[in-house]
């Protein structure tokens, strides 16, 4: 999801080849777990291992991409903060190194939620951004870039719509 939601490919070639190696591991690790694992508590052990480094990773990736002037990607670092942190604080609460509490129960979906919400931002801001480079483009096709003088483009549209409502007028 952080690959294809950040753009890494483009904007972080480097750590796009990092995240590919460790979707490899990913892969390898479930495939020894599945041929090999005798019991669920492996999966169940795997999935906390590789979460625990999988957001980490992508949370790096998500600061890299923010700096690099990504706009959308400050909701994404946010949403995998929130993602680490319910996480950890599950993990630690499972392990018995933190007293189980109502929040504690719960830490984990409250995490999703607040992942959910802040990724939902990052699209809005991101269809925001799309709008505005369209409406751009738009207004640049309309213009000679040289004089800045409307072109034919706006010549042709502007007319149609006059000579529409010339004849509405009559």
């Known amino acids: 999801f952080a690959m294809v939601f950040l753009d ?19 892969a390898l690790v479930w ?3 599945t041929l090999f694992g005798a019991s669920s508590i492996y999966y ?6 590789m979460c625990l480094i999988s957001l980490p990773l992508a949370l790096v990736a998500g600061v890299y991409a923010w700096k690099k002037g990504f706009r959308t990607a400050r909701f994404f670092v946010l949403g995998s903060i929130a993602s680490l942190l319910s996480m950890t604080l599950t993990a630690m609460t499972v392990l018995g190194l933190v007293a189980c ?13 607040i992942d959910t919400v802040l990724f939902s931002l ?34 042709e549209e502007t007319s149609k719509t006059e000579f529409a409502r010339a004849r509405r007028e009559e």
């Open 8 to 26: 890494v490919k483009r904007q972080l070639p480097r750590m796009h080849r990092v995240l590919r190696g460790w979707l490899a591991v990913l």
């Open 31 to 33: 495939l020894g777990v």
């Open 44 to 49: 169940c052990a795997a999935s906390v291992y």
């Open 101 to 113: 509490d109502f929040f504690d129960l719960y830490v984990g979906e409250i995490g999703i939620v």
């Open 122 to 155: 990052a699209l809005v801001d991101h269809i925001n951004i799309l709008n505005l480079q369209r409406k751009d483009a738009e207004s640049r096709s309309r213009t000679d870039t040289l004089t800045g003088v409307a072109n034919r483009r706006h010549f």
